[in-house]
């Protein structure tokens, strides 16, 4: 079974930083893309970064030279690293990933969630 386990949530001042962090797990074979999406109350969720297998990364862009997101191809994670935080970054944050399992070939995922609140 595979899973997308998020970390790194929480209360932050503006203009602070926040890392999240996502580990997959289970029988993976190959991981495509990953991301992280977010979805503020009464909104939309967002993609807010992403990066291919390949390294190329993409930015809505609202965060576009505060955030910076990486991968660990080793350890099968994925990192998003949130700086001069804004009250308007506040929402659940998702991990996403296209993932080649043994057991249940490519499938799309994700993580349950985790709480980026940014407030004084």
């Known amino acids: 079974q595979v899973q997308l386990v998020e970390s790194g949530g929480g209360l932050v001042q503006p203009g602070g930083s926040l890392r999240l962090s996502c580990a997959a797990s289970?029988?993976?074979?190959?991981?495509?893309?990953m991301g992280w999406y977010r979805q503020a109350p009464g909104k939309q969720r967002e993609l807010v970064a992403s990066s291919t297998s390949g390294g190329r990364t993409n930015y809505v862009d609202s965060v576009k030279g505060r955030f910076t997101i990486s991968r660990d191809s080793a350890k099968n994670t994925v990192s998003l690293q949130m700086n001069s935080l804004k009250p308007e970054d506040t929402a659940v944050y998702y991990c996403n990933a296209d993932i080649l399992s043994f057991s249940q070939g490519l499938s799309n995922y994700w993580g349950q969630g985790t709480q980026v609140t940014v407030s004084s």
């Open positions: 289970g029988s993976i074979f190959t991981i495509y893309g």
